[in-house]
T-cell receptor, first 116, second 111 residues
Framework: EAGVTQFPSHSVIEKGQTVTLRCDPISGHDNLYWYRRVMGKEIKFLLH????????ESGMPNNRFLAERTGGTYSTLKVQPAELEDSGVYFC??????????????FGSGTRLTVV | GNSVTQMEGPVTLSEEAFLTINCTYT??????LFWYVQYPGEGLQLLLKATKADDKGSNKGFEATYRKETTSFHLEKGSVQVSDSAVYFCALSPQGGKLIFGQGTELSVKP
């Protein structure tokens, strides 16, 4: 099966601009997660979709970040306006069920975002 | 709250050396524990996991044992190869679907 696809792989934007990241999960995976790694620090959870609904968005840093998953398929993460501290690698993961112990999570290769 | 602390890198070893990457955690309840690996240019991959105390996860020559008494899940490999060069992340999963990661440890293995 095809893996989790993220694009773009790299994005360089100026402070104040808007960027939209996209994640295509594995077909049939209802659960979709966004994570972020900033400046070589820990990977932090952003939010979790079950189909098109936001199950947990407790990790979203502020209202400049907007995530959507229309139709329960691919997801987008929009940052508007981007700030310097938003730079990092954004990972997406998908799974058939909840709980990484019981259901394998498949991660994408990530989008490296640089805000200058 | 839940958190994971792992040893800082980078770690540089010669081929066939013994590897230990320390990981300790703080958690409420009984989380599952994981090691993920990110090879250059690739996404995170599950390396191994343990779901309860005293369980040992193993894969590709790597091992880690879930030690509840010391709240640790140290990663070990007896003889590393150049192909093991990657970033290793320790993680835990409390109830629910999300993972809580440590800061990652970069491993570089020289021939």
């Amino acid at each position: 099966e095809a893996g989790v696809t993220q694009f773009p792989s790299h994005s360089v934007i100026e402070k104040g601009q808007t960027v939209t990241l996209r994640c295509d999960p594995i077909s049939g995976h209802d659960n979709l997660y966004w994570y972020r790694r900033v400046m070589g620090k820990e990977i932090k959870f952003l939010l979790h979709f079950v189909k098109e609904s936001k199950q947990d968005e407790s990790g979203m840093p502020n209202n400049r970040f907007l995530a959507e998953r229309t139709g329960g398929t691919y997801s987008t993460l929009k940052v508007q306006p981007a700030e310097l501290e938003d730079s990092g690698v954004y990972f997406c993961a998908s799974s058939r069920g909840q709980g990484p112990s019981n259901y394998g999570y498949t991660f994408g290769s990530g989008t490296r975002l640089t805000v200058v | 709250g839940n958190s994971v602390t792992q040893m800082e890198g980078p770690v540089t070893l010669s081929e066939e050396a013994f590897l230990t990457i320390n990981c300790t955690y703080t958690a409420t309840g009984y989380p599952s524990l994981f090691w993920y690996v990110q090879y250059p240019g690739e996404g995170l991959q599950l390396l191994l996991k343990a779901t309860k105390a005293d369980d040992k996860g193993s894969n590709k020559g790597f091992e880690a044992t879930y030690r509840k008494e010391t709240t640790s899940f140290h990663l070990e490999k007896g003889s590393v190869q150049v192909s093991d060069s990657a970033v290793y992340f320790c993680a835990l999963s409390p109830q629910g679907g999300k993972l809580i990661f440590g800061q990652g440890t970069e491993l570089s293995v020289k021939p």
